[in-house]
């Protein structure tokens, strides 16, 4: 048996819980973007923690980013409970002081033979002490929990702990990605990424082959980022294809590029995508080199 555990965890809970402030502690700077081979899996990969003994696969689930009650509800409906079927460990996180009606719908959904870590978050919000206990066991008596762990996302502290429970949970087995698989790419490599995951993920298989992102002008003003970028293909009716009719896949793309971006870079982001015909380009090396494929 591999000493080593590597396997898929989920991090569920309702809008402003802080997930993707908890994502982000416990994977750091490295960042992993998912290969296109990988994004014709069910999930996609928002990030990957590899440690000595340890490599943690962290997956999206969508319809638990929404701030919309009406979406999730629909997302419920369209099998959320079956997509995290497939992990190992789904991470439940609320916030310290309270537990409404949203936090028990999500909580609902998860599978019940599912290790589920409760994972209390904000904690460094909490006042009243006295109070944090009661509330603690209150919501550990919901259900069968694999285990409660108080953390606060946004001080780093016992995300070790977290880890440690986590680990428990998953499967021994080799690294399911290769270091190599793994980056820490700068912000421009990663937008691109992020237009090319919506490109794949809304064309499939209509995705002409030779298609690739550009960005060609990347530029920050405090929080605020404005990237510029081109989806080069090399015929004009695969230009048409990628802006689809009255330009609404073109549309689609940026919008759900864009907010992927603002929740990875934790700021406002303008972008701009428009759609060039560059013929023979797949035979120019330069322009390949240019564009991150050396
Ligand atoms: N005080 C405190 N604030 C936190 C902590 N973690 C996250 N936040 C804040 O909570 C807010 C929501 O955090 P997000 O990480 O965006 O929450 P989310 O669950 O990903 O939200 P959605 O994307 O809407 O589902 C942000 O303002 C964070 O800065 C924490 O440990 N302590």
Known sequence: MSSVR??????VGRPNVGKSTLLNA???????IVSRKAQTTRHRITGIRT?????????????FQTQHTNALNRAMNRGVTQAL????????????????????????LLPADKPVILVVNKTDRVKDRAAFMPFLAEVAGK???AAVVPVSAANGKQLQELLGETKKHLPHAELLFAEDEMTDKSSRFIAAEYIREKLFRLLGDELPYATTVEIEKFEEEGDLKRIFAAIVVDRDGHKAIVIGKGGE???????????DMERLFGGKVYLEIWVKV?????DDERLLRSLGYE
């Open 249 to 259: 896949t073109l549309k689609r793309i940026a919008s759900e590029a864009r907010q």
């Open 85 to 108: 079927a497939d992990v190992d460990v789904v991470l439940f996180v609320i916030e310290a002081d309270r537990f409404g009606g949203k936090d028990k719908v999500v909580l609902d």
């Open 278 to 282: 560059k013929s023979g380009w797949t």
């Open 143 to 145: 259900r069968d929990f």
């Open 26 to 32: 416990l994977i750091g700077e490295k960042i992993s």
């Open 51 to 63: 440690d000595a003994d340890a490599q943690y696969v962290f997956v999206d689930t969508p319809g």
């Open 6 to 11: 590597s396997g898929y965890i989920a991090i």
